[in-house]
Structures are given as C-alpha cells and as structure tokens.
C-alpha cells in the first residue's frame, strides 16, 4: 500500500514539473527574460522585409508584431554599439554617432529573424554619471535583394512585454533586382544540352563568382542559380576564381540578384558537352529575358547561308568541274 501511495506521488510530481517547464517555454522558441533581473533587459530584434516602402511607425517596445504579411529576414547582420556618452552629451542634438570602440555585441538574425541580446540597463556619460544606458544598432549586412535598413537607438530600461522581453522591428525595403536565363540547345536538332559549363564576364575583364554574406566560397548545382534565397553575393573576381554555371537536364542556367538591366556581361563557354564544339561567347544583359545558346556538333559547319558559304559552295563546283575535265582530257590523251 505505501509503495502504491509513493508511486503516486512521485508521477503527480513528474507531471507537475513536465508542466511547469511547457508554461514557462522551455520547449518553444521564445526567449523569456528574468524579471527579476532589473539590471538587464533582453532586447529582441525582428527584422521583416517588405517589397515596397512603408509608413514608419514606432511601435511599442512591449508590442509583440507579426509584421503583418512581412517576410522574416535571416541572416541579417548587426552590430550594437554603447552610445550612452555620445546621447547624454546633448540628448536633443543626438543624431546617431557612435565610437567604433564601443561595440558592446555583433550577431545575426536566426530563422525568424530575430536577434535576441541581454543589454545592461545603465552606463556613464563622458563625466562618469551613471545614466539610463543607450544603444544604437547598425546593420552590417543586409540579406540579398534588400536594402539596408537605418541606424536606430534605443534607450533603456524600456517597457517590456509580458514575456520580459523588449522588442524592436527594424524593416528593410526589397530593392529591385534583375534576372537572366539561358537555355542550351543542339544547333542541329535544338534539343537540350546538358552540362555545358560557362563563366560569366564582365566589361572590365573580370568573372563573376558567387560567395555567401561573409564573402566565401559557395558550391552550386546546375541550372537556375537563386541568388535572393541564398543570400548569395556578386562579386567579380580573376578568371581563375570564377564561379562555373551548368546547364541542367532541360538545358536551363542562370542566376538573378543582379542590380541593373543595362550593363553588358558577356557569357562564357568553358566546358563543352562530348561531341560538340563550343559556342562563340554570348553577350547579354539581365533583363530577366531567355535565349538559346547553341553548340554546333564536331565536325559540321554551321548553316549561316553567308556570304563565306557561298564562297566555297562555288569554289567547290569549280573544283569538280575543273576536275572533270581533266579527266577527260586525260582519258583522250590515251
């Protein structure tokens, strides 16, 4: 009977405890602060992306904001500089500097977007006076295809949602980008061509390669190359560096995240499918548009009905004919 009694116990314990840890979030994803902690405060950044500029509005540090239809920007860089010294000097004055020496964090904005940092509530002016502490964020570098968002300052303690935390909602603007596409094809028989390789140039003699935010390398498969949802960069670099783009199972490659439709690229032909020779280097601009490029088979001349076929489509009917009649004149001879 005890022992009946003890197990009891001891499962109503385990699930009361099991509770306790749900309520207070230790399975979820939303940091909750200690409010009993009153010398930090954890601020939570969000940042959304919008496709076109909108009114700004100061929401409320204790407002939990869903961005209504914003996308959630990852991997969104910022540094956090302690600008308490520079802010209390002349607090109305105060337009956003800061000393490069007074980082206090850098981090990047996860899945959600969010960048979550306990900050200190107070710090000192230039006189050594203890005062409320002031932030201000810089966006080091934006996510691909937007523009980076402005400087902001916080001051602190803020008024925290119920959660503890402070939130603020920095947005960034989509800006517009340009695409293109190509398709590579049997100059004979027009059907697609897979693995043909190309690099691409530019007019001053420099290759395009792709890397990630932090400027590394980045490995691509064939086709179609999305530089917006890999928050990839353009960077033009020596030959030797340059990113390869193969063409797929449907002949398809391309990239997109370029920022103008009136430069000049020039693309490349480096590995040419067995059986081919290479195509005369294309140039286009990224005006979202496709087009054919077309490898001619080893070994057959292509059909341009030029002026040099016809050259030597009649130096060839003099040859036959010269051809004949020396045979004959040869066989009279006899």
């Not at 002016?125 to 295809?145: I, Q």
């Amino acid at each position: 009977m005890k022992k009946t009694i003890a197990k009891k116990v001891l499962t109503l314990t385990s699930t009361i405890l099991m509770t306790l840890l749900m309520v207070l979030g230790f399975n979820g994803t939303r940091v909750q602060a200690d409010t009993n902690d009153t010398t930090t405060q954890n601020v939570v950044l969000t940042k959304y992306g919008f496709e076109k500029d909108v009114t700004a509005i100061d929401r409320a540090t204790d407002q939990i904001w869903t961005g209504d239809g914003a996308k959630p920007l990852q991997g969104v860089d910022f540094t956090i500089y302690n600008v308490t010294a520079n802010y209390w000097a002349s607090p109305k004055d105060y337009k956003g500097s800061f000393d490069s020496t007074s980082v206090v964090a850098t981090g990047t904005t996860n899945d959600e977007g969010q960048l979550t940092q306990a900050l200190p509530t107070q710090s000192t002016d230039a006189s050594g006076k203890t005062r409320a502490a002031v932030y201000l964020f810089h966006e080091t570098n934006p996510r691909a295809g937007y523009n980076t968002s402005a400087d902001f300052w916080l001051t602190l303690p803020a008024k925290a949602a119920a959660d503890g935390n402070v939130y603020v909602y920095p947005k960034n603007v989509q800006k517009t980008t340009y695409e293109r596409t190509f398709v590579k094809k049997d100059a004979e028989t027009k059907e697609v061509l897979e693995g043909a390789g190309f690099k691409i140039s530019n007019s001053d003699g420099k290759f395009l390669k792709l890397t990630d935010k932090d400027g590394q390398s980045v490995s691509i498969g064939e086709g179609f190359i999305d530089v917006l949802a890999n928050n990839y960069r353009l960077t033009w670099v020596a030959e030797s560096d340059a990113t390869v783009f193969t063409s797929d199972k449907s002949g398809k490659f391309g990239l997109n995240g370029f920022a103008d439709n009136t430069t000049t690229y020039t693309a490349v032909e480096t590995n040419v499918p067995d059986g081919y020779d290479a195509a005369a280097n294309t140039d286009f601009k990224a005006d979202n548009s496709s087009s054919d490029i077309l490898d001619a088979p080893s070994g057959i001349l292509p059909h341009t009905g030029g002026t040099g076929t016809v050259i030597f489509a009649i130096l060839g009917v003099a040859l036959i004919a010269f051809g004949a009649v020396a045979y004959r004149k040869r066989r009279n001879g006899f």
